[in-house]
């Protein structure tokens, strides 16, 4: 705490500076030096001193973090270069980055080509360090959060509905391993690293009186599931379900039981039993014990699937009540899609089931205004940025084995 606390003086400090170079004043004395990357070593502190020079001279910025140089769970040590701060970007500084299930997809090329060296990472939570001079949504010394996107066109009918993640000139920029159309086609670079530069529309705002240790997987777990239970209207005195307890799960949990909603949760083992309860989930079930929930027809007004795997999308199905809805955001391997009987779909009860991608930058702010106000936080487990600890949380990640999010203290590097 104590150093946290030490790390934000020092930020809110040389933001000072800062605001005066994106002011247009002059660059005297910041940090004292004249770095330059290559006779530097890139700790954390050199980093943000040569950061902010790079800003006052319009420079690429330099940035450093962990990279996948293939299929593997084999992340190393990665030192690259970010475009410069434009007239409506902000440069963060990052203090926190979750690891989400998809970050594991994309190293394997689950969902198409992967790019690499590729710096994961779309669960972000930092401090603005810089600012262009157009910019009026942030300040230096602000929180702000990055989620999966960093940009669109902005003018097509889902850009202006607030649906970027499905921007209709295929415009959208993810934040890592997408195409940035708006910076000659580089590949974007996420979020294990210590900083990131986006346009400020992309960023989100989050109070100062967050728990900012356990803000990042808001960004991604948070709206992946708040969306759909939204869109789905989810209220008090349902009864409705969660598939797969894990990082979106737990957050789908938490939301539907601060609606007031009944929740139930299916997962492959027992272990997670014990957290269920506390969080306030009415029935845990064992997939792997289908006789603890064979009278489960029609049962649930609402079911949330974020299974990455195999699964059998028709055992869920069958437990939607009449016009009950079910949302898909689980993306498990392409070879791996489950697959709907169309039969049972339409002979049954007018059943509803729909896929769901993360959520615009709207919605995504409401979820982070809704969470802080409603103290709703995932739980999670933050560990250092070093690459035997990364790698060491994907193979627990690929097994199922934490509860519920690694986060990684960027602020460690
Ligand atoms: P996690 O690994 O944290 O959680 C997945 C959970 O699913 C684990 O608890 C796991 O259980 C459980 N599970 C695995 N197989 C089954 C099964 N057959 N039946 C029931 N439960 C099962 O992953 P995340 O929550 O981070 O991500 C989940 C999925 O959502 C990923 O595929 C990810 O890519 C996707 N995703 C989709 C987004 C979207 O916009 N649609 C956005 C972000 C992520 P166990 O602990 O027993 O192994
Ligand atoms: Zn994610």
Known sequence: MKNNNSRRKFIKDSAKVVGGIAGGMALAGVAGTNLNANQTKLDSKNLRALNLQEVSEGKRITSSGFAAFGPKYELKAHSFTRHPVGDNDILIEILYAGICHSDLHTVLGDHGEAKYPMVPGHEIAGVVTAVGKNVSKFKVGDYAGVG???????????????????????????????????????????GYSNNIVLSEKFAIKVPQNAKIERVAPLLCAGVTTFAPIKYSKVKRGQKVAVAGFGGLGHMAVKYMISLGAEVSVFDTTDDKRKAAQKMGVKRYFNVNKPKDFENLSSEFDFIISTIPYKYDINMYQKMLKLDGEMAIVGLPSHADNPSLDGNTTIWNFRRKIYSSLIGGVEITQEMIDYSIANNIYPDVEVIKATSSEINKAYQRVAKGEVQFRYVIDMKTL
């Open 148 to 190: 999966c996107m960093v940009n669109s066109c902005g003018e097509c009918e889902m850009c202006k509905n607030g649906e970027q993640q499905f921007c209709q000139n295929a415009k959208t920029v993810f934040t890592y391993n997408s195409n940035d159309v708006f910076h000659g086609g580089e590949n974007t670079m996420g």
